[in-house]
DNA sequence: ATGGTCGCAACGCGA
């Protein structure tokens, strides 16, 4: 079975357990990347996880809000659980695997939302997410011959004109802005990192993985935006064979906002 | 221009 890595913004790993339990049985990626888990640790449901093959776990978790994690069925090293800007959000882990025959540094991040006013002076929260993706720039894409990075997560940060619904209406909305697009994409160049979700789909295609929940028709409106992503090293990107967004997933039952993105691989 | 809906967990906050 060729490597495949999944990435979803689930706003509750509890309450929406049911949906990730399908999504896992029908699609079976070898890594599910969660974010927004809204879990600690101790009441996280690891078991039925694991009875779906998915015994491999890095979790980190808090009470109420944010927590990420990646599960696996391949085993994990947990390189890192980073504290950025060092106020015990939970909104990073690291953790290593072995795929193609490479060592592959896995990270998965969920980026502060940031709050609704774009001006760091007056909003903490934009400050907050501003800071992070500073400190993000330390987060690079190392590689070799034998080792390879992936960077997937909700970023909260639609980068390219073809990543909302409206280029235009959206330039004075956190998520859109221009200091957090400039910033997200100087982060990723810098850093090494390849949008791999735009090497396969064209920047010219409108592209979302989220749709707002106060919208009494997100599929008619398709008022969305790309805020969840996949990043490799380059030395990945010839054997990236798919970008599934899966659309569909907004209209399942009591669903997240975010809808899951599937990367293949064209090696086990 | 405004308000719209979720989840958690407490009647507000963060998204």
Same mark, same amino acid.
Request: charged content about 25%; hydrophobic content about 40%; aromatic content about 10%.
């Given at each position: 079975?060729?490597?495949?890595?999944?990435?979803? &913004?689930?706003?509750?790993?509890?309450?929406?357990?049911?949906?990730?339990?399908?999504?896992?049985?029908?699609?079976?990626?070898?890594?599910?990347?969660?974010? !927004?888990?809204?879990?600690?640790?101790?009441?996280?449901?690891?078991?039925?996880? !694991?009875?779906?093959?998915?015994?491999?776990?890095?979790?980190?978790?808090?009470?109420?809000?944010? =927590?990420? +994690?990646?599960?696996?069925?391949?085993?994990?090293?947990? /390189?890192?659980?980073?504290?950025?800007? @060092?106020? @015990?959000?939970?909104?990073? /882990?690291? +953790?290593?695997?072995?795929?193609?025959?490479?060592?592959?540094?896995?990270?998965?991040?969920?980026?502060?939302?940031?709050?609704?006013?774009?001006?760091?002076?007056? &909003?903490?929260?934009?400050? *907050?997410?501003?800071?992070?993706?500073?400190?993000?720039?330390?987060?690079?894409?190392?590689?070799? @011959? !034998?080792?390879?990075?992936?960077?997937?997560?909700?970023? &909260?940060?639609?980068?390219?004109?073809?990543?909302?619904?409206?280029?235009?209406?959206?330039?004075?909305?956190?998520? *859109?802005?221009?200091?957090?697009?400039?910033?997200?994409?100087?982060?990723?160049?810098?850093? @090494?990192?390849?949008?791999?979700?735009?090497?396969?789909?064209?920047?010219? !295609?409108?592209?979302?993985?989220?749709?707002?929940?106060?919208?009494?028709?997100?599929?008619?409106?398709?008022? =969305?935006?790309?805020?969840?992503? /996949?990043?490799?090293?380059? &030395?990945?990107?010839?054997?990236?064979?798919?970008?599934?967004?899966?659309? +569909?997933?907004?209209?399942?039952?009591?669903?997240?906002?975010?809808?899951? /993105?599937?990367?293949?691989?064209?090696?086990?």
């Amino acid at each position: 079975m060729p490597f495949t890595v999944a990435t979803w &913004n689930i706003n509750s790993v509890r309450l929406r357990l049911p949906l990730v339990e399908q999504f896992l049985k029908d699609y079976a990626p070898d890594v599910l990347c969660l974010q !927004e888990t809204k879990c600690p640790d101790d009441l996280f449901p690891a078991a039925a996880f !694991e009875a779906l093959g998915y015994g491999h776990m890095a979790i980190s978790g808090q009470k109420g809000y944010h =927590g990420v +994690a990646t599960l696996s069925r391949r085993p994990l090293d947990i /390189v890192e659980k980073r504290d950025f800007c @060092g106020i @015990g959000d939970r909104r990073h /882990v690291s +953790a290593r695997l072995s795929a193609g025959g490479r060592s592959v540094l896995l990270h998965n991040f969920y980026v502060p939302a940031g709050g609704d006013e774009p001006d760091p002076e007056i &909003n903490p929260k934009f400050r *907050h997410k501003l800071d992070f993706i500073e400190e993000m720039r330390s987060v690079r894409a190392g590689f070799d @011959g !034998e080792s390879a990075a992936i960077l997937v997560g909700d970023l &909260n940060i639609a980068p390219l004109e073809t990543d909302v619904w409206s280029h235009k209406q959206l330039l004075k909305v956190v998520s *859109h802005t221009p200091i957090e697009t400039e910033g997200l994409e100087s982060m990723r160049a810098e850093g @090494g990192w390849v949008d791999l979700m735009r090497a396969h789909i064209p920047p010219q !295609e409108r592209l979302y993985t989220w749709w707002s929940y106060r919208n009494r028709d997100w599929a008619a409106s398709d008022r =969305g935006r790309r805020l969840d992503h /996949v990043w490799t090293s380059p &030395n990945l990107v010839d054997d990236m064979r798919e970008v599934e967004v899966l659309r +569909a997933a907004r209209g399942w039952e009591r669903p997240s906002d975010h809808v899951p /993105v599937i990367t293949r691989f064209g090696f086990d």
